[in-house]
């Protein structure tokens, strides 16, 4: 089955909307609710927002659910990043940075801006955190 891509550009930057990897952990629509509306269709308001406040919260997304692409040559504050896993208290495993990702078949994924993966095994969607953790009472 193919996976859901969703994109909304507001014309110097599109954003990528995965809803398998996403974990409703809320950042995005309480960070900038002006283009994230649970309420509405479609949910996502790429115009509402300045390109630097779009980037700026989509990449708080901890499960990189959403992520972004740049339509247009813009300067933007990017720091040089080194891969980091985030260990979540009674969550996932957060890696941020530069991922490559291999399948029990040696078929590779690749994420370029991280993953959430599962650490409780409950997950509907492994290797990746779906959110259930919070659901079945998952402690560590």
Not at 23 to 44: G, M
Not at 86 to 113: A, R, S
């Amino acid at each position: 089955m193919e996976k859901i891509r969703k994109k909304y550009s507001n014309g110097e930057v599109t954003i990528i909307w995965e809803p398998d990897l996403c974990d409703h952990s809320s950042i995005c629509y309480r960070s900038l609710p002006k283009v994230f509306k649970l309420s509405e269709r479609p949910w996502i308001d790429a115009k509402a927002a300045t390109t630097q406040e779009i980037i700026k919260t989509v990449d708080r997304c901890p499960t990189k659910a959403l992520t972004y692409e740049l339509n247009k040559n813009i300067m933007i504050d990017q720091q040089e990043t080194t891969t980091k896993i985030t260990i979540l208290q009674d969550g996932p495993y957060l890696v941020d940075g530069n991922v490559k990702l291999l399948d029990n078949k040696g078929n590779e994924i690749i994420y370029k801006k991280g993953i959430a993966l599962c650490r409780c095994g409950a997950s509907k969607n492994k290797p990746f955190c779906d959110g259930i953790h919070s659901h079945i009472g998952f402690k560590d």
